[in-house]
């Protein structure tokens, strides 16, 4: 079975950055691949960020291209999403969720908060 644990959020500023890390317990874990969502108050959740395992060929939503960087490291289970330049329309609870074949999203976190103050 399949764990997966958001951290980093928190309080920032807009222009601000910070790092959330999603780690992932199993004695196996090698998915099709890792992705982070948002959702914010009132509105349904929305595609950040996807990272496949394997090649590590990454993918964006256009809102947060050229400031928002996913990725992985292998050895510790884990997938990164560096957000940088962030906007208080990037607040959000932050989910990451594991595809074992494309677009099955069958693994979720508890989420992550992130609130960007103007």
């Known amino acids: 079975q399949v764990q997966l644990v958001e951290s980093g959020g928190g309080l920032v500023q807009a222009g601000g950055s910070l790092r959330l890390s999603c780690a992932a317990s199993?004695?196996?874990?090698?998915?099709?691949?890792v992705a982070w969502f948002r959702q914010a108050p009132g509105k349904e959740r929305e595609f950040v960020a996807r990272?496949?395992?394997?090649?590590?060929?990454?993918y964006y939503a256009d809102s947060v291209k050229g400031r928002f960087t996913i990725s992985r490291d292998d050895a510790k289970k884990t997938v990164y999403l560096q957000m940088n330049s962030l906007k208080p329309e990037d607040t959000a609870v932050y989910y990451c969720?594991?595809?074992?074949?494309?677009?099955?999203?069958?693994?979720w976190g508890q989420g992550t908060q992130v609130t960007v103050s103007s």
């Open positions: 969720s594991a595809a074992n074949v494309p677009s099955s999203y069958d693994y």
């Open positions: 199993g004695r196996t874990f090698r998915p099709y691949t």
């Open positions: 990272i496949t395992w394997s090649r590590a060929n990454t």
